[in-house]
């Protein structure tokens, strides 16, 4: 029966936990242009109210999931969620551009944390044939006591020291970043050890953001870490105040990092290369529906930066079952690392033929005999989602697996030291 448009009630009439629930799903535009409508939706929507819960929702709707609102702010407010909802660009795959800090790796990855949001330096591991990759936090972006933003960065790698600098975040785009020392960053020197850290007005990051920081010095401290760690910290700030500045970095995104069900091949991964070294390789698909492979290597270091390794127009898959040409080229192979040795030839799902980029960008390097086989390659998907590649000339295959996935780095070694 058709509900009695006499008998309907209206917005305001809904208990206050199920408005909330409700307005929660608006945007903030939306939570302006509903505040509008009467003095009490006003109120209720109005930073300086009294109650938080509007705010609160609104954050724990996006957020909740993610991270402890609570440890950022103790009072939701739109700061809160103007500052979230910018930083949450950050989170994922970055990498530098231009000259960095000498040893530092070019790779980025951003994670939300309890209380702040960690990036972190992504860098193949020293262990010999082994996928495992360094994950070393450098960068923190928290809030203070009073909801001013604060980035602080630890300038060394490797971490042997437990001194932070204040650095600026600054926005280039949605695509772009720089790091740069904040110099109006100052502590009271004189400050006696007895004294608590201060918070903001001293520069300091606050008590929650600091506990973030130094759970990763911990096991680096003596018994008495954290009166050490203070002293640590003024002596740090003297040498800071006398050196020189710390040079600015840039970031730019690398969007699409992971595979979708459309580009299977898509994304960040990592491979041992015939030098039996880990090294990380970005696939992009290109406009003209082409897919293309470069190694991610520290750009200061010439032709690594952003090397190319195969590319393709063509992106016609081979189905199974395969000919006995394409059974041979595969069967006959080693495989590089320990991920595929024991794969049949049955877990091969598809083949894709590919070139080597040699010929693209250094002729003389692809050989000068006209044999295609020289540029020549495959790339055999398995399926278990992940994929190898090899060329014709040679009778090896380079088996790659993803460097993360869904929101976290994989056969990861954080740690400081290896």
Request: proline fraction near 4%; glycine fraction near 6%.
């Given at each position: 029966m058709a509900m009695d448009l006499q008998s309907s009630?209206?917005?305001?009439?809904?208990?206050?936990?199920?408005?909330?629930?409700?307005?929660?799903?608006?945007?903030?535009?939306?939570i302006s242009a509903f505040a509008c409508t009467c003095r009490r939706f006003a109120a209720l929507c109005s930073p300086s109210s009294p109650s938080t819960d509007l705010w609160l929702a609104l954050c724990e709707r996006r957020w909740g999931s993610k991270t402890e609102l609570r440890r950022w702010s103790a009072i939701p407010s739109p700061r809160l969620y103007k500052t979230l909802d910018r930083w949450e660009q950050l989170i994922g795959f970055w990498r530098r551009i231009g000259s960095g800090i000498p040893g530092t790796p070019p790779l980025v990855f951003f994670e939300w944390s309890s209380s702040c949001i960690i990036g972190s330096r992504i860098s193949p591991s020293s262990l010999a044939a082994s996928y495992a990759v360094r994950k070393v936090p450098f960068l923190w972006l928290g809030l203070s006591t009073a909801g001013e933003t604060l980035s602080y960065l630890h300038p060394n790698n490797p971490l042997s020291d437990s001194d932070v600098i204040p650095v600026t975040i600054s926005f280039m785009g949605c695509n772009h970043f720089v790091v740069e020392e904040t110099r109006s960053f100052c502590v009271d020197l004189n400050m006696d050890d007895s004294e608590e850290v201060p918070a903001v007005e001293a520069g300091s990051p606050p008590d929650r953001v600091m506990s973030e920081i130094y759970q990763y010095f911990a096991n680096r401290t003596s018994p008495g870490a954290e009166k050490s760690f203070r002293r640590q910290r003024k002596k740090k700030e003297k040498e800071r105040l006398g050196r020189k500045r710390w040079e600015a970095e840039h970031f730019v995104k690398i969007s699409n990092y992971f595979p979708t069900p459309s580009r299977p091949l898509q994304g960040l991964w990592k491979g041992i290369s015939e030098d039996m070294i880990l090294e990380f390789y970005l696939v992009t698909h290109d406009d003209l529906g082409?897919?293309?492979?470069?190694?991610?290597?520290?750009s200061a270091e010439p032709f690594s930066g952003y090397s190319p390794v195969f590319w393709t127009s063509n992106t016609t898959f081979l189905e199974s079952p395969f000919s006995k040409e394409e059974h041979d080229i595969y069967s006959m192979r080693d495989h590089i690392g320990s991920v595929h040795c024991n794969m049949d030839r049955e877990f091969v799902s598809r083949i894709l033929c590919i070139n080597c980029s040699y010929d693209l960008v250094l002729p003389d390097l692809a050989g000068s005999s006209g044999d295609p086989r020289n540029v020549e390659g495959r790339i055999w998907e398995y399926e278990d989602g992940t994929f190898g590649f090899g060329f014709l000339r040679n009778n090896f295959v380079i088996d790659l697996k993803?460097?993360?996935?869904?929101?976290?780095?994989?056969?990861?070694?954080?740690?400081?030291?290896?």
């Open positions: 009630i209206s917005f305001s009439e809904f208990p206050d936990d199920v408005q909330l629930n409700i307005l929660s799903f608006l945007r903030p535009i939306e082409g897919i293309a492979c470069r190694r991610v290597g520290d993803h460097i993360a996935l869904d929101g976290y780095v994989l056969d990861n070694i954080e740690s400081y030291q290896q």
